[in-house]
């Protein structure tokens, strides 16, 4: 077969090193990819969000599938520009039409939809900019935290979560009528607070049937102690330790079967990924988020753990055969800890010199932001690398991550170096 993955970040290095093990694989092409997508497959100088210059890719290379690592070009409809073209209705391509990937494009879209279908998640209510003065009342009916968060896509920072009721309001105004988000925040999801621990579930679906991919944890913020801002993801653990075997029964009963019979039941046609980000209250799952795509860094930890061939369960997505196949997964845990750039998630510089990947060993190195300089890897974005390793459990793993993060060296190299230590209280309970 010959593939091409959009997007450039560790999620689809992840990929592109498991789909180059494939027995299906002929060509491997990845658009506009990295510094380390290059040592597995072709790069190719591609926006993701050019149709028509990805069509003539496509028809020019003769590729028989097109993977799409990111949610921009889901919720801008690459999927329903490639069934509406009579030249790309037989390419398969994985991900969710632009109707469907509004479960990550729209917050707002989201939880009328988990209303209305009874999936059980926090109680909310949404607003726009000619309603701040109702978004501002029912802030005051609620118990702090408050929850706002914008509805469209902001790079995993469109939400504040804030302990003062008068920051909250003035955090509502800045959303909603001072553009801080930009469109994305048109409209402001405000929730009540959950409290309790969180965790990553992802399916791949042809429709009708589906399969549950290993479970993870990332983590969100810059700092030490879960502080500090949100970012795009620090690290991640798999499998998750108080993810037993009877709460992801309560998962896949209360949350997976509604979300695929709503989804029927609505007349959307989803085929891809779909990500769960869930918050376990007491004993309970509620969702939080969905995503329509992978996410990123958990990708790096879930993909390796998938011990069957990833591009025979994509196939199978595309010829809505999927529940024929057999998904296997190791049952070593994984851990990934992703070195960022100095100033990360605000300002930060690009074009620093990377050293010492070549001298890791026993680890998987997926490069985020990364690209070539003459002979040199330099950085090219706020998170660089992901360092990925197998444990027996997930603290071994993560020592055999935190020593490959070490060995690599840039100018202003940063990482987290508490990852998983939430998560200890739950082997003292076992």
């Known amino acids: 077969m010959h593939v091409l993955i959009l997007g450039s970040g560790g999620r689809e290095h992840a990929f592109a090193w498991k789909i180059a093990q494939s027995s299906l694989i002929q060509n491997l092409f990845v658009a506009p990819g990295n510094a380390g997508t290059e040592h597995v497959a072709t790069n190719v100088s591609l926006d993701p969000n050019d149709f028509k210059t990805v069509k003539k890719f496509v028809l020019d290379n003769q590729i028989d599938m097109v993977i799409v690592g990111p949610e921009d070009p889901l919720v801008n409809g690459i999927v329903d520009f490639f069934k509406s073209d009579k030249q790309l209705s037989k390419v398969g391509i994985i ?3 632009a109707q469907a990937a509004q479960l990550e494009g729209s917050k707002d879209f989201a939880k009328q939809f988990m209303f209305r279908h009874g999936i059980p998640t926090a109680k909310y209510q949404s607003f726009q900019a000619n309603q701040l003065k109702e978004g501002q009342t029912y802030l005051e009916t609620l118990k702090a935290p408050y929850v706002l968060k914008a509805s469209g896509l ?3 920072k469109g939400v504040v979560i804030l302990e003062d009721l008068a920051k909250a309001k003035k955090e509502l105004k800045a ?5 801080k988000f930009g469109e994305a925040g048109t409209t402001v999801v405000i929730e ?8 990553s579930v992802f399916i791949l679906t042809d429709g009708n049937n589906y399969k549950i991919l290993p479970e993870a944890k990332d983590y969100k913020r810059i700092g030490e102690g879960d ?4 970012t795009g993801g620090m690290g991640a653990v798999s499998p998750v330790p108080f993810c037993t075997p009877e709460f992801m029964d309560k998962i896949e009963t209360q949350v997976i079967i509604p979300t695929m019979k709503g989804l029927k039941a609505d007349q959307i046609d989803y085929q891809g990924f779909i990500f769960f980000g869930l918050i376990k209250v007491g004993n309970e799952p509620y969702v939080i988020e969905y995503n329509c795509r992978m996410g990123d860094p958990e990708t790096e930890v879930v993909i390796p753990r998938i011990k069957s061939d990833l591009l025979h369960l994509f196939e199978g997505v595309t010829t809505k055969t999927l529940g024929e196949c057999d998904i296997n997964i190791d049952p070593r845990s994984a851990a990934t800890v992703m070195m960022v750039s100095d100033g990360y ?7 620093k010199e990377i050293s010492g ?6 680890s998987l190195l997926f490069h985020a932001g990364t690209k070539k300089s003459g002979q040199k890897t330099i950085t090219n974005g706020g998170r660089v690398i992901a360092a990925t390793s197998f444990g027996l459990n997930i603290f071994d793993a993560l020592d055999y991550s935190y020593e490959a993060a070490e060995i690599i060296q840039y100018k202003g190299k940063y990482f987290r170096t508490d990852l998983g230590e939430d998560l200890k209280k739950f082997f003292k309970e076992k």
Do not use: H, I, R, W
């Open 175 to 179: 959303m909603l009528t001072d553009n």
């Open 95 to 97: 991900g969710p039409n």
């Open 154 to 156: 902001a790079a995993g």
């Open 357 to 362: 990947l070549s001298e890791v060993q026993g």
């Open 192 to 199: 009540e607070f959950l409290k309790g621990v969180e965790c």
């Open 227 to 230: 502080t500090g801002l949100n």
């Open 345 to 351: 998630p605000e300002n930060y510089e690009k074009g």
